[in-house]
């Protein structure tokens, strides 16, 4: 894996600045609504779209603050990027008219646009070259899974279900069924497509480090070396 010789520190600065702005927005709707009986925090945080933008802000966070270089790190920034694209396109295909419980516009539009490209300009900016391989895919796609069976579940319990596509009491559980078949394998496009533009985009970046010889001036994760 080889991802660009360091971060800029405008990325860095930048990374804090949208993490910030992400706590804010996570914090605002439990805070504000303190004390009505119709808001549960349960399912506030059983939303895939406030666990995704908590994992991005951490992201943006730890980024800033530390920037690591690891694989696992980077492995962990694709991810985020993932879900947060996830977040951005369901939310414009399926749900851009329906109530998921974010009556501030603004809090709506940093969770479901603002992030959402955020994470995945950042990734472009501070590419990493993963391996598009079925084990990096069915990876990034083990959290999305357990969060259907775990709203399937919880949703029985409770009698309350976070989006329509995942209510079968409408729909019922065959039309359900097709619906999260699709969804599956367009997230496996998504996820390709994240993971082969973090490729692309490291390759790119691998030759602007490169002299004419094919060396390498400076490598994030390895220093001096070639190719």
Excluded: C
């Excluded at 646009?113 to 995945?120: A, G, T």
């Excluded at 399937?152 to 009698?159: E, K, M, P, Q, T």
């Excluded at 329509?164 to 999260?180: A, E, H, K, N, T």
């Amino acid at each position: 894996m080889i991802t660009r010789a360091g971060t800029p520190p405008w990325v860095r600065v930048l990374r804090v600045v949208f993490g910030v702005l992400g706590v804010v927005a996570l914090v605002w709707i439990p805070v504000r609504n303190i004390g009505v009986a119709e808001f549960s925090l349960g399912n506030y945080l059983s939303y895939f779209t406030v666990e995704s933008n908590i994992l991005g802000v951490v992201v943006l966070l730890i980024g800033g603050l530390r920037d690591p270089g690891d694989r696992r790190w980077q492995l962990l920034r694709g991810a985020s990027a993932l879900y947060l694209l996830i977040t951005g396109v369901v939310y414009a295909v399926l749900l851009a008219n329906i109530d998921v419980m974010l009556t501030d516009k603004w809090i709506n539009d940093i969770m479901h646009r603002v992030l959402p490209i955020v994470l995945v300009a950042d990734w472009l900016l501070v590419p990493a070259r993963l391996s598009v391989t079925g084990r990096l895919i069915g990876g990034w796609l083990i959290y999305p899974a357990v969060y259907g069976v775990y709203s399937l579940v919880r949703g029985a319990i409770v009698d309350w279900y976070p989006y329509p596509f995942l209510d079968p009491r409408g729909q019922g559980y065959i039309s359900l069924l097709i619906g999260l078949v699709i969804l599956a394998v367009v997230f496996a496009l998504l996820a390709t497509a994240v993971a082969g533009l973090g490729v692309m985009f490291g390759r790119r970046d691998s030759s602007a480090l490169s002299g004419p010889d094919g060396a390498v001036t400076s490598e994030r994760d390895g220093g001096p070396g070639r190719r």
